[in-house]
Each structure stands twice: as C-alpha cells, then as structure tokens.
C-alpha cells in the first residue's frame, strides 16, 4: 500500500485544514522515563499545545545564562559566522543557531533534567536536539516573528516525519506585554494547516529572517484565533514554556528600550529522526536542522556555582 503523507504542504493551489493525525502527550514504553508533569500540566499541555512553569531557574542560574548570552553575541558579531542571523535592516544579531553545540554551558543546560524530563515525559521517548538557537529580539530595533507552525517547515524543508517534538524557551530576560513576548493561538496545533508556494532552494538565507513560505493563510489564521483565543507569554526571567511543534506562534516587534531574549531548544524522540526533505529539496544544514551524529541525551543537573 502507498503511503499518503498526512500533512501535506506547499503542492496545492489553496490552503487547507486538516485534523492533526499524531498523539500530543505520547505514552512511553519505558517505565524508567521519568514523570517529571503532573496528570494537571499534562492535560493542560495536551489541550493547549504549551505548558508555562513560571520561574524554573534561580535568579543566579539566569544571571550566568544571561551573562553567557551577551557574551556569545560579542564573540560571534561581524565574523561571518552561518549560525547567526541578522535583524533585517538593522543588522543587529537577530538570532544564533547551534548553541548548544557553540557554547558549553548551553550545550549543559540541554540536559538539565528541569527541561530534559518534561520533554521526556512528553515525547514518551528517549529525545535528541533538533534545534537550538537564542532569539535575541534587541530594544529599539528586534523585529516580528510572523505566525507560523515550526512542523510545517521541519516536515516540508527537514523531512520530519511526525509530530514528536516540541520547543522549550527559556526565558532570559523578563518578558511582559510590551517587549514582543511569544504569543501562541491554544488548542491549534490540534489543526494542520496547508501552506501555499513553493519552496525556493536555500529557502532558510531568507526565512530566517522573514518567512514568506510555508506562512500560513490570514482567513485560516482568523479561524483558528477566533475558534481558541491568543495567549501571550509573559513572565520573570528563569521561567520556561513548552510548546508542541505544531503549535500556532509569534511575536510583535520590540519598539522598547528593553531587549527580549530567550534560548530555544527543540527536542524530538529519538524515533522521530529526519526523512528527505519533501519535494526534491537540500536538506537545510546541520546548524538548523540536526542529522549528523544525534545523540541521546541523558539528565544531568546544571552545576553554576
């Protein structure tokens, strides 16, 4: 029997909506996983497609992340590097990719088990990095992030293959309603929207910067708001969200005086590694999208003294 893709993307003449086809919170076949949510946050996860635990970090583990991310920018500003990207206009640093591989005290926090256990316990797997990046989103000049579903284009341009991995931000700075917090619609990453557009090669020099592919329609978008309401983020630096890939996102452009900057760690079970890029495409490289030497990653506590 062939297989029919279920989350088709990017062929069609017309966007379209489809009912998720894969679990939200999977069931592990490990006992040894730890349950690091309680039956209440995995629900609330499972309903929503996030979880926001306020405050997960010390103030002195942020303080040194923080530090270690003003540092990285330092270093890593006019050298040419492919894992940083520009704000459009501006220049600015806009965003570094790879941190966890660039930077060993982020590459420690990957495995610190008060993020490590909840991804987990959610993927009920085993679960490497997809993705790691640090969105700096400086005052004055941090631009928008449009809406969009990250599975849509891991699936289309990475070739993941299901919905089994999620996103952990970690908040480095405070975020509150002013500084273009991460705003997600609840509930959508229940609905799999259809982009329209195909993808140009090397599509990622630009989307990184602003996404025109794979950006999902304005009257589906309309459906999906007015169907679930819009959360916003906000929170004390040290405190985490976790949201599923297929989860409905942005945020606002940060007009203020105060930069909004948060470490992203995507994490995906070991069981749900990269295909083929959909459509004939290159895969994106390593520093996006993690094919070389995955590894299991295995809990243990962050140490900043």
């Not at 966890?100 to 797997?125: E, K, T, W, Y």
């Not at 490497?128 to 992030?145: A, L, V």
Request: glycine share 6%.
């Amino acid at each position: 029997m062939l297989y029919r893709d279920p989350y088709q993307s990017r062929t069609m003449p017309r966007p379209s909506i489809v009912a998720r086809y894969d679990p939200v919170v999977y069931t592990s076949a490990n006992d040894e996983t730890p349950g690091a949510l309680s039956p209440n946050q995995r629900e609330a996860y499972r309903d929503n497609g996030f979880l926001f635990l306020p405050e997960l970090f010390a103030p002195a583990e942020v303080a040194c992340l923080h530090k270690e991310m003003q540092a990285m920018r330092e270093v890593f500003t006019g050298r040419g590097r492919e894992e940083v990207v520009a704000e459009p206009g501006s220049g600015e640093v806009r965003s570094i990719f790879n941190v966890h591989r660039l930077n060993d005290l982020f590459g420690a926090l990957v495995r610190d088990p008060r993020v490590l256990n909840v991804a987990r316990d959610i993927l009920g797997s085993e679960v490497y990095i997809h993705q790691s990046r640090i969105n700096y989103k400086p005052g004055f000049k941090g631009k928008e992030f449009f809406w969009h579903s990250d599975f849509e284009t891991w699936h289309i341009e990475d070739g993941m293959p299901a919905m089994r991995a999620l996103s952990c931000s970690i908040l480095l700075t405070d975020n509150d309603e002013h500084n273009g917090p991460l705003m997600l619609i609840p509930g959508s990453h229940r609905h799999f929207v259809s982009c329209v557009g195909e993808t140009p090669d090397d599509h990622y020099k630009q989307s990184l910067k602003k996404q025109e592919y794979g950006v999902p329609d304005e009257n589906l978008l309309r459906y999906l708001a007015d169907m679930c309401g819009i959360a916003s983020c906000k929170g004390k630096a040290g405190s985490v969200v976790f949201f599923d890939c297929n989860t409905m996102h942005g945020s606002n452009g940060n007009i203020t005086p105060f930069p909004r900057s948060n470490v992203f760690f995507v994490y995906n079970s070991i069981d749900n590694q990269l295909d083929a890029p959909k459509e004939d495409l290159k895969p994106r490289p390593e520093f996006i999208a993690a094919r070389e030497g995955v590894q299991v990653l295995t809990p243990q506590p962050l140490n900043i003294v």
